[in-house]
């Protein structure tokens, strides 16, 4: 099964629709009052021979408690890194979606251009416009294109380290200079340990620089694969899942972004409240990535069949966020 | 009957009110599950010696059954080239109105300027600056302007084998660099035999370059006129069909800006679903175009119908692209 999984992966046709989802370790220490939740999970998870995951378990057992003592940013804080001239809806459906879902913080990390727009959809998100292609560049010479690379690097490291996930490629386009600069900030993001969803173009990248996925494939946590279709398929090389329930037959673009930002915010709760050392107690093989992977799969697709109930053949992708929140109330209720 | 349309076709004061819908064949191969739908569609528009065709009943019979197997783009990829620095809304209209129909995937090909506008009224739309106006290139002489003609061809060729259909013309303003472009994209378009709707400035360029559609009159598919007015009138030479059904009293300007979107993504359905083969096994003379026009022409009627019960006086143009889901609903149920 494995395999065969890893044959789809490398396929080109089905590249636009799969998710690499990297994680480099580094799990958050163990918080001895989610040791119930983390028990859930892995109960849901593990507990059969099926391929099917008990999906709104998973979601349950890894969505945290609202807690009035907690703080801004506890919920998550996650970054996309995305936007580009010709591409500005993929970045924010992924960073408002990260919001919508419970998310305490979405920032966008794309080009000015970009930014300008992706401002105007929405005063919630944080949008950094550091990014630069290479039509903007084009009368720079080496040195000086080694000083903006700098430059850029130097703006995202201020950040980086308060980042729960990152999401690399929604309408990052393919500019050289600009996917140079990304990998870059990629190999920043692993030695800090943040864990990353790539997805759209950021495949591109990664498919052509493969090295930037390699150092992972040997630590725990490593690369874990979510094909989106009409059922789900997650595996991160060890196990293999799949998610089917809910679902909509409408097919606009952009839901792989919701999708993205979902996967992101669930795959930070995840890792909250699963330490690594708890798991290594456990002998469950179920990685905090892939219980990310299975609760944002769901989640989009309840809130995907949602909107579909309303709007039919006109649903939108923004329609579809609109009920994002009602969906993972539904299944996990606030209080 | 069909002279007597083509000389209405002629008259600049009606100019504004007609689209020249252009086909140039490349019907794609036949599915044999569709045989019922063809038949049905068939029936609906030849079946009797009335000119007013049966609306719902194309509308009904064109329109694709929602498959959960199916992928992002088989319900429609649709393009508009329009968006100048004075026009900006016409394009979005049409765009929107492409998706909220149910076509999977809409693009506007524009210029810079008019590119920030556009993507900052929606997320949901693919937004490609890549035009340039003569105030823009003041400086530039004939062989950098020969430059920027080839860039602008080579990017859009980059796009073009992706689309089911193009827009041309709503907000592509006068501009004779800007005009001269988009004639050769919309020969590039003949070549790859993508069918165009041409409106507003669209119909301005046609007519003072008449080569660009000449060619086209001999083919199957061939130019197929649809007359907006208190009854809409659709002709491709050989019949003449029209609809009467719905429609508002009210005249807000942007709405011949849905009607092209709405043509636009009937239309391909239509070629979808009556191969050309087996238009030829049938002795039906009624082109998947204007099938594509018919069902453009009522679910317009239909949503502005609705718009106005609500609304009255006050109806706008986005008000009635809010009712396309609703109307297309009523006449076709998603399920």
């Not at 001895?32 to 998870?45: P, Y």
């Not at 099926?50 to 009035?68: F, G, K, M, N, Y």
Request: hydrophobic share 40%.
């Amino acid at each position: 099964m494995n395999s065969g999984f890893s044959s789809l992966a490398s396929s080109a046709v089905l590249r636009g629709q799969q998710f690499l989802i990297r994680s480099l370790g580094g799990y958050s220490v163990s918080d001895i009052t989610h040791q119930k939740k983390r028990m859930e999970a892995v109960k849901c998870s593990s507990g059969g021979a099926s391929l099917e995951a008990d999906a709104e378990c998973v979601l349950r057992a890894i969505t945290p408690s609202l807690d009035p003592r907690r703080h801004k940013g506890q919920a998550g804080n996650i970054a996309v890194i995305g936007g580009c001239r010709e591409y500005t809806g993929a970045p924010y459906f992924v960073a408002i979606s990260a919001l919508k879902i419970g998310a305490d913080l979405s920032h966008v990390f794309c080009t000015q251009g970009a930014a300008t727009v992706i401002k105007s959809y929405s005063p919630e998100l944080i949008v950094h416009p550091i990014l630069e292609e290479s039509y903007t560049i084009s009368d720079v010479d080496d040195e000086g294109r080694r000083q903006i690379t700098k430059k850029i690097i130097s703006e995202f490291d201020k950040w980086i380290e308060r980042f729960d996930c990152l999401v690399i490629g929604p309408g990052l386009g393919r500019d050289p200079f600009l996917l140079e600069c990304v990998s870059k900030l990629m190999t920043r993001a692993r030695e800090s340990n943040v864990p990353m969803v790539v997805d759209a173009d950021g495949l591109f990248l990664v498919t052509n620089n493969i090295e930037l996925v390699m150092p992972l494939l040997v630590r725990i946590g490593g690369v874990t694969i979510l094909r989106k279709r009409k059922s789900d398929l997650i595996s991160d090389g060890e196990i293999v899942q799949s998610v089917s329930i809910y679902g909509s037959p409408r097919r606009c673009g952009g839901q792989g972004d919701i999708l993205s930002g979902s996967v992101a915010v669930f795959l930070s709760w995840a890792r909250q409240h699963i330490s690594e050392t708890e798991r290594e107690k456990t002998l469950s093989r179920t990685s905090p990535i892939v219980l990310g992977c299975i609760a944002g799969s769901a989640l989009l697709r309840k809130a995907a069949a949602l909107a579909f109930e309303h709007k039919k053949r006109s649903t939108l992708t923004t329609d579809i966020i609109e009920h994002l929140g009602q969906s993972l109330e539904s299944i996990c209720p606030a209080s």
